[in-house]
Structures are given as structure tokens and as C-alpha cells.
């Protein structure tokens, strides 16, 4: 080796591979305004789609006049759902098996329900035009309150469905009732309440919220009427379930709809679902013959495309009086809206809801969940978080302060007693799950000694003691979560989507000179897939990361694959990532031994290439590989260098992490300072440090966020209060804390990598970890829960309501 | 409707058009010019995703007509980086920090920070903080941004980076 030869060091490093902080690929267009999203679209003769929506929550539409809209120059179309119903495509098929209005029919059901769509020259015209559109109601009492759904005399919502007794997901008990869920031993569960030393209970509600991405949800409808082809742009965070149901809905075979997913500016589970707007653009083109454009405005977002959460958990736990947990029960009014839209698995109405007994290895649990309807938006996305996962580890997490208020112990104590042991893994859950991987103690301790725990429990002490004499006007909260995820959705045995599994999907192809394209059944909305993918192959193929590109969003070229939410990208799609780089190796490997004239057994893997066992000089890179590959491939091998994975996870992966939050609350004006914020995050094997410390650092703002004020809130009338962002709570950089990161790594066991995800945890963990902030610097006052949102407004409420 | 006349100057380049007088400017920027750099995330000018450069101010140009451009100095993020295609040390830095995400946020984010640069050179952290609080942020937590601000503003003043205390 003469000194011109690269270290093992240089070789790798020029990799940039898994473990480096790749700087990202998206940024050289991004930063320089230079990104492709759907609204920069503009095609020839192409139109713009505008709502009518519904001022009512609850009427009966008496009439449609769009005459005079239709008389405004430049109008081309109005669509109702007259118009709709011959084509069977006035209801659509939600993901949760319900059905969903594109176009009120007869009824609306909530505010700001589209009604008409108005087909116009510009979106000025269109603007125009729908005020011109006179629609009659009748109004009809609303029913805002989901505690009030199922009474006796509640009104009947779903008129489509009032003889349906059965839904999709089971009997329905009342004419506003979507589904019970349930799950546990119900028996074994009120035993250990009826023999438990100490039990809690309290209603715990996680309020309706929002995703909003910056940009909001929209689309390009095309159809080719002449080659009988539809393209659809959009932002979809699912490209090819959209493609799949654009195609049945259509009614064109799916090879000739061609969906494309551009840039996304963000979407958070927003951008999961198949909303009015599309259906409507799709129709929309295909009766005009030109292009048409939908983009719905920021209070069309807020107030109709997609809620979150809405769950009142009422939450128990029993337990001995040392503190051992015994049992769980919880029951969840889940308010689905108008129509069942949530975006779970099909097969799980509540989603994930059942990883609610959390990190504790608690014996025995029963969970049950009813949804019902009410005068409010559908939806129920997964706002950055794995299906429900974020409502269960906010009831386990908030329950388990209280217990720990109740037995008068302190609440990490708590935790590290009844924390599931890293021997326990593979850890089977009373409610069904099979843990993969997990060191609680290990991270909860390092939390705690990264924050000097038993200094800050110090000077709360003291600071109560001050505010008890008089001496201050202000409190001092510690929040802690530790919270388990579940995501990588999931095993095609019990996870799918309209059928169809959720496997994920990579397709790698080397070409001649060693360049890589690499097509994915995944979407970024802003993680970053273009630039941490590109690490795995590098890693896995010796390839540089540069010399590989990533192509997500087309499906004409992608393979097939259920897209991106739930966390699922690294799990699902990495593997699939991994997994197919490994078919390119086993076949490199029989055409270096080729080469190097021994054995394939008698050569091994060697940063980027392979080597002679023992005979380390004899050596091929990969770009040597894969030259021959094309050139000389051995005798009974095909030429070319390319593999697909559609990657089916034997299970999901259960990240977690160890949060602590320090805040000051001024007892008098209900202001509150967010002095410390400290993440511990375990997503397992770390792809790229800077990214995921990104993806943290965004998760926990936008988990702030929504525990301290961010809200979708209706009045009595079922009118939207404050759905734009004049009231809607996203943080400046002004209000956002400052965020610590940590890590330690327990790889996922049965991954190829074993990455776990990451994107969705700190929403997970942040949200009950600031809420557990607000109760305990309240605790002492006698408060056991105060519900969130803690805006300055209900924490000074709170506090007079405490006599503080 | 009939049209205004305008001249303005975007990026360097002179531009003559007739408008409606309701046009706002963010939609003739990315529309008639096909400057589809600024983005619209609001409409009602709380996200400064739109934000432009206006005769020296940040300005969100939803907030305006086009016609009340007429006459005016524009710079968009198309026109940040030098003729010659060399980068902005704000757009360097932010791939650097890794203060973007999905990258909606970021034309109106860099142009906001390019003027705040010119306010004030070396701000602090809270003065940064404090001169993007116009412009939101979904992805990033802001802190990211924040860091890359002070990193551009260090590579502007030839200084080594440090992170600025509050
Ligand atoms: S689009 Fe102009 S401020 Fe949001
Ligand atoms: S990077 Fe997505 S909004 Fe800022």
C-alpha cells in the first residue's frame, strides 16, 4: 500500500453512510425557492376548483341556486350533488370504512361541509362565483356535545344510515353510534380493581386539534380523454392508495391513473386521507376535458380537511400501596364528526388506542371505545403520531402522576418500579402487543440525572414553601413522560388499508457507471427520504450516498407502497431499503468472486467492494462490480444490477424515550416560562443523527403547541371557532422553547437495520409531558387533572379556580 | 375588470404588466411571473410563507395588491443567490444547520433573514428569534434556524460560528 491508499476511515467516510450528519440533498432546491410543489403547477387551459361549504352545522338543504354563479363570465361549471349521483360519486368510501358526503346531499352535517363545487377561469372568478351560489337551509338542531351523542333524544345525524344497525366495525347502538371497540380481560381487570389497594380514575380529554402544514391540502386533476388516462397531482402523503381509489371511484383502470406526489409541504397525517376536493378536481376534469386545480385555503383546512384526536379517556389504574400496578381499565368517547374519516388500518377503528397500558408492565387490562357522530368535521388523522398512539400514551402517562399523587410517591419512582425490564423483552402486553426491543431503566435514569432530578424536586419544595408564605406569586412544575410508540404499520397479517397490506416497497437499480436510482413506495413531507435512504444503500452497497438518488411520489415509476405516516418510512420502507440493497450484494458477490477467480464463498464484504479472504490486495471495489456486471456478468448470470423489496415487518417497532420538562407558572396572570425541555429519544439504530435531532426538535414544538393551546373549538351552534392562524396556537420562535436532545440506541431486533423511526415521537412524548408540567407545579394545591389546552387563559382559570 | 398598469423591479429584472387592481402581489409574483418561489400558507397574513423584499422591507405579499408594487424593488428568494448562481451565505447556512424540512416555510424564512442581516448584523439569539416571529415554521422548532441565521451572519462578518447566548 502505497500513502496515496485511503484509510478504512476515508473509505467509509466518503460512504457517507448510516450513522454520519449527511447535510440534505433537498435543501440545494429548497433553499433557493426552487421546490416543486402542487400549487407552482400551471398547465395549459387549466381551471380552478372553489368550495361552497356549509354555514350550518346541522340543515337540511332545501335548495341549490347556482344560476347566477353560472351567469358570472369566466364561470365554467357548478357542481352539486344532483350532478354527482348519476355517477355514484356523491358518497365516497372513507379509509374507516364509512362512507363520506363529496357533496352534501340533502343534509349538511357540519360547518364549512362542501356543498358545491364551482369550476371557474381563476381562483378570483371561483372566489366570485361561490358567493354567488344561493343555497336555501333548514336548520336543524346541531349536536355539538359528544356526551350528549348517544342520548335518547339526540338528534339523528346520518340519515344515509339510520336503518344500519351493523357498521363496519360492529353493531351499532344508537343512531349517532359509529362502533365499540374493545379489547382485554374484562374479568380479570375488574378483579384486580375489586382487590387493589389503591385505584384511580379520571376523565381525561385530549381536545380536538389540527395538523396544518404550512401548506395546505391540494391537487391538479388532468384526464387525457383520448388516450383515456387521468393524472392526478396532489399532495399525498399516500400516492398509490390515492391512485387505488382514484381508479375504483373513476371507474379507470389503474395503469392509466397516473398519480404524482411533488414536494410536500408538510402534512403531519393531513395529507393521509382522499378529501371532497379531489373527487371533485377528478370529475371536475373529466367532464370539462381540461386540467383543474384545487387549493384549499388555511380556514378550509383548519375547519374541513382533517381533525385530530378528540378522545375523552376516562382512565383507571389499580395498584397495591407500595406502588405495584395491578390493572387498567379505560374507556374512550371518541368523537369522530360527521362521517367516520379516521386513517387507521382497517381492522383497527381505534387505531393503536391499545397501547395504552405504555411502559409498565401491568398484569391485567380492559380498554373499550365508542365512537360517535357529531355536527363537526370528519377526520381523526394520526397528527404526527402512529394511530391513536399519542391519545394512549397521553391516558397512561397522565394516569400515572396521578396514581403516583394518590400513593403520595414520587412519580419516576413510580415509573422505574413498574417499568417493563430490559430481560422482558420480547415483552407481550395485556392488551396484545409484542414489544420488540426496550432499556426504560437505562434511559429514565440517564434522564434524570442529565436534568439533577432530586435538585429540581429540591427546589420545587422550596418554591411551594415560598408561595405558601406569601412570598412569591409563582409555581414551579417538573413534567415527566416516558413513553413506548408503536409504529412501522404494519404486518399484512392484521394491518391493511382498503384491503390492501402495509408492506413498503424499494426498487434499486445500478446503472453501468455505478450511478443509483432508487424508487419508493414512501412520500417525504419534509424528512428527509431523499437524503436518508440514499445513506442506507451507501452503507449496504459501498456506493456514495451522492452517486444515489431518490424518486418517491410517482407511481408510474415507484413500486407499490402504502406511503408515508404512522412512522413508517424507516420501518417498513428502510427495511425494504436495506433489504433489497442485500439482493444487489448477494448477486455483486458472485460476480466479484467471478472477477477474482475464487469460490463466492472465499470472498468477503469489504466497505465497498469485496476482497479475497485472507489476501486482502485482492480486492474488487463495487464500481468495478458493477461495470462487469453489464459487461462481463459470469456464465448463466443475467446482465444488470437491480433488486425490488416489497418488505412485509414480521412486527411493528416500539420506540421510546424519557422526556423532562421544567416550567414556571405565574399564578396571576396564568403565564407560563418553559425554562428546560429534555428529550431522551430511543428510536433504535440511528440513520442520520442531524436529521433525527431535526424531526425532535419539530415534533416537541409542535407537542407544545398543542398542550398549551392549540385547538379546533366549536360553540353551541356547532360554529368552527377560530380556524385560522389568528387564533389557531403554532408558535414563533418567540414562545417556542429551546430544546436538549439525548439519545441511547436498543436496535430493533427484527429489522434489517434495526431503525425503529423516530419522526413521531417527540408529538408523543411532548404533549403529556408538558401537560404533566402545568398538573404537577398545581399538584400541591389539591389539583389532581386539569384538562388541556393550558393557554394563559384556563391556567389562570385553574389557578383561581384553586384559590391559588 | 379593467387593468392598472405597473413597472416594478423583481430580482434585478424590470417587468411591465397590466394587473386587476384586486391581484395580490404574491399571486402576480407566482402566477405572472412564474416566481413560484414565495409561498402561500395563509392568505391572511399571519405565516409569512409569501414573504418578499420591498424597498428594503420584509414584506408578506399577500398582504398587498400588485398594483401597489408599481415603482417598487423587489427581491424574491429566486434572486438571493448571486447572478453567477454562487449561494447566499443564509442558504449555504441553512442546509448547513439543517434549518429547513420540507422547505415551504424556507423562501419567506431566508428572505426575512437576508433583511434582518442588513437590520442588524450580528444579532443575538433573541433577536433572532424575535425578527422571524412573522414567519412560521411547522417543521424545524426554529431552532435549527435559528443556528443557521448565526451561522450566516458569522460567514458574513468572517467570523468563526459560535452560538450567540440569549
Ligand atoms: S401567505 Fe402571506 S402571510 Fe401567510
Ligand atoms: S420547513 Fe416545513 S414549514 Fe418550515
Not at chain 1, 404 to 427: H, T, V
Not at chain 2, 123 to 148: D, F, H, M, W
Amino acid at each position: 500500500m502505497n500513502d496515496m491508499t485511503p484509510t478504512r476511515e476515508e473509505r467509509e467516510a466518503k460512504l457517507q453512510g448510516m450513522g454520519c450528519k449527511r447535510k440534505r440533498v433537498e435543501d440545494v432546491r429548497f433553499t433557493q425557492g426552487r421546490g416543486q410543489y402542487v400549487d407552482d403547477l400551471k398547465l395549459p387551459g387549466m381551471l380552478f376548483g372553489d368550495f361552497v361549504r356549509s354555514t350550518y352545522a346541522h340543515a337540511r338543504i332545501k335548495k341549490i341556486d347556482a344560476s347566477a354563479a353560472l351567469a358570472l363570465p369566466g364561470v365554467k361549471a357548478v357542481l352539486t350533488a344532483a350532478d354527482l349521483k348519476p355517477l355514484n360519486l356523491h358518497y365516497m368510501p372513507t379509509l374507516a370504512g364509512d362512507v363520506q358526503a363529496v357533496l352534501a346531499d340533502e343534509k349538511v352535517l357540519f360547518q364549512g361541509q362542501e356543498v358545491a363545487f364551482v369550476i371557474a377561469e381563476d381562483r378570483y372568478i371561483a372566489a366570485d362565483a361561490i358567493e354567488l351560489v344561493e343555497v336555501e337551509y333548514e336548520e336543524l338542531a346541531p349536536l355539538v356535545d359528544p356526551f350528549q351523542a348517544m342520548a335518547e333524544d339526540a338528534p339523528l345525524l346520518r340519515e344515509d344510515i339510520k336503518d344500519k344497525t351493523e357498521g363496519a366495525h360492529g353493531p351499532r347502538k344508537h343512531h349517532n353510534h359509529i362502533f365499540e371497540w374493545t379489547i382485554g380481560d374484562r374479568t380479570g381487570t375488574d378483579a384486580a380493581f375489586d382487590k387493589a389497594d389503591v385505584t384511580i380514575k379520571e376523565m381525561l380529554s385530549y381536545h380536538r386539534t389540527h395538523p396544518s402544514p404550512l401548506e395546505t391540502c391540494q391537487c391538479v386533476a388532468s384526464m387525457d380523454k383520448i388516450r383515456g388516462e387521468l393524472t392526478l397531482w396532489g399532495t399525498f402523503q399516500a400516492p398509490h392508495v390515492i391512485r387505488t381509489v382514484a381508479s375504483m371511484l373513476a371507474g379507470i383502470p389503474e395503469h392509466k391513473v397516473h398519480v404524482i406526489a411533488p414536494d410536500i409541504g408538510g402534512g403531519f397525517g393531513n395529507k393521509v386521507g382522499a378529501y371532497p376536493g379531489y373527487i371533485c378536481a377528478v370529475v371536475a376534469s373529466i367532464v370539462l376535458g381540461v386540467p383543474v386545480k384545487w387549493v384549499e385555503d388555511r380556514m378550509e383546512n383548519l375547519s374541513a380537511t382533517s381533525f385530530a384526536r378528540d378522545y375523552h379517556m376516562t382512565t383507571e389504574l389499580a395498584a397495591t400501596k407500595d406502588g405495584t400496578i395491578t390493572g387498567m381499565r379505560v374507556h374512550v368517547l371518541a368523537d369522530h364528526g360527521a362521517f367516520d374519516a379516521c386513517a387507521d388500518p382497517s381492522k383497527w377503528p381505534a387505531g393503536f388506542m391499545n397501547i395504552c397500558t405504555g411502559s409498565y408492565d401491568i398484569p391485567v387490562a380492559h380498554l373499550a371505545v365508542d365512537g360517535v357522530y357529531t355536527n363537526k368535521a370528519p377526520g381523526g388523522v394520526a397528527y404526527r403520531c402512529s394511530f391513536r398512539v399519542t391519545e394512549a400514551v397521553y391516558a397512561i402517562e397522565r394516569a400515572i402522576e396521578i396514581l403516583a399523587q394518590k400513593l403520595g410517591m414520587d412519580s419516576a419512582e413510580l415509573r422505574m418500579k413498574n417499568f417493563i425490564e430490559a430481560e422482558q423483552f420480547p415483552y407481550n402486553s395485556a392488551l396484545g402487543w409484542e414489544y420488540d426491543s426496550g432499556d426504560y431503566h437505562t434511559a429514565m435514569r440517564k434522564a434524570l440525572d442529565a436534568v439533577g432530578y432530586d435538585a429540581l424536586r429540591a427546589e420545587q419544595r422550596e418554591k411551594r414553601a415560598a408561595f405558601e408564605r406569601g412570598e412569591t406569586r409563582e409555581i414551579m412544575g417538573i413534567g415527566l413522560s416516558f413513553f413506548t410508540e408503536i409504529v412501522g404499520a404494519g404486518p399484512t397479517r392484521n394491518c391493511d388499508i382498503l384491503g390492501i397490506g402495509m408492506f413498503d416497497s424499494a426498487e434499486i437499480r445500478i446503472h453501468p457507471t455505478g450511478g443509483v436510482i432508487a424508487r419508493m413506495g414512501t412520500k417525504s413531507q419534509g424528512q428527509g427520504h431523499e437524503t436518508t435512504y440514499a445513506q442506507i444503500i451507501a452503507t449496504e452497497l459501498g456506493i456514495p450516498a451522492d452517486d444515489i438518488m431518490i424518486e418517491e411520489g410517482n407511481t408510474d415509476t415507484a413500486p407499490y407502497g402504502l406511503g408515508t405516516y404512522g412512522s413508517r418510512s424507516t420501518p417498513v420502507a428502510g427495511a425494504a431499503t436495506a433489504v433489497a440493497a442485500r439482493k444487489i450484494k448477494a448477486k455483486a458477490q458472485m460476480i466479484a468472486a467471478h472477477m477474482l477467480e475464487v469460490h463466492h464463498d472465499d470472498v468477503e464484504w469489504d466497505i465497498d467492494g469485496f476482497r479475497v479472504k485472507g489476501l486482502p490486495e485482492s480486492r474488487k471495489s463495487m464500481k468495478e462490480i458493477v461495470w462487469a456486471a453489464y459487461n462481463q456478468p459470469p456464465p448463466n448470470m443475467e446482465p444488470g444490477l437491480e433488486a425490488v423489496s416489497y418488505y412485509d415487518p414480521p412486527n411493528m417497532t416500539y420506540p421510546f424515550g424519557a422526556y423532562v420538562c421544567v416550567m414556571d407558572i405565574d399564578v396571576d396572570t396564568g403565564v407560563y416560562k418553559v425554562r428546560r425541555f429534555y428529550a431522551l429519544d430511543d428510536c433504535g439504530t440511528r440513520i442520520n443523527p442531524m436529521i433525527i435531532e431535526g424531526q425532535v426538535h419539530g415534533g416537541l414544538t409542535e407537542a407544545f403547541a398543542v398542550a398549551m393551546g392549540q385547538e379546533i373549538r366549536y360553540d353551541e351552534q356547532g360554529n368552527v371557532m377560530g380556524a385560522s392562524f389568528m387564533d389557531f396556537f403554532l408558535p414563533t420562535a418567540v414562545e417556542t422553547p429551546v430544546w436538549e436532545t439525548d439519545h441511547t440506541v436498543t436496535p430493533s431486533p427484527h429489522h434489517p437495520i434495526g431503525a425503529k423511526g423516530v419522526g413521531e415521537s417527540p408529538h408523543v412524548g411532548g404533549v403529556p409531558c408538558f401537560s404533566n408540567a402545568v398538573n404537577d407545579a398545581f399538584a400541591f394545591l389539591g389539583s389532581t387533572h386539569i384538562q388541556m389546552p393550558h393557554d394563559h387563559w384556563r391556567i389562570w382559570k385553574a389557578a383561581r379556580a384553586l384559590g391559588a | 375588470m379593467s387593468k392598472v398598469h405597473i413597472e416594478l423591479t423583481v430580482n434585478g429584472k424590470a417587468h411591465e404588466s397590466l394587473v386587476e387592481p384586486r391581484t395580490l402581489l404574491i399571486h402576480y409574483l407566482r402566477e405572472d411571473l412564474g416566481l413560484t418561489g414565495a409561498h402561500i400558507g395563509c392568505e391572511t397574513g399571519h405565516c409569512g410563507a409569501c414573504t418578499v423584499d420591498i424597498d428594503g422591507m420584509s414584506v408578506k405579499s399577500c398582504t398587498m395588491f400588485a398594483a401597489q408594487a408599481d415603482g417598487a424593488e423587489i427581491l424574491t428568494i429566486e434572486g438571493v443567490a448571486a447572478p453567477d448562481g454562487t449561494l447566499h451565505a443564509l442558504q449555504e447556512s441553512f442546509r448547513e444547520m439543517h434549518g429547513l424540512q420540507c422547505g415551504y416555510c424556507t423562501p419567506g424564512m431566508i428572505v426575512r433573514a437576508h433583511r434582518l442581516l442588513q437590520e442588524n448584523p450580528r444579532p443575538t439569539e433573541a433577536e433572532i428569534r424575535a425578527g422571524i416571529s412573522g414567519n412560521l415554521c411547522r417543521c424545524t422548532g426554529y431552532q435549527n434556524i435559528v443556528k443557521a441565521i448565526q451561522h450566516a451572519a458569522a460567514t458574513l462578518a468572517g467570523e468563526p460560528f459560535q452560538e450567540a447566548a440569549e
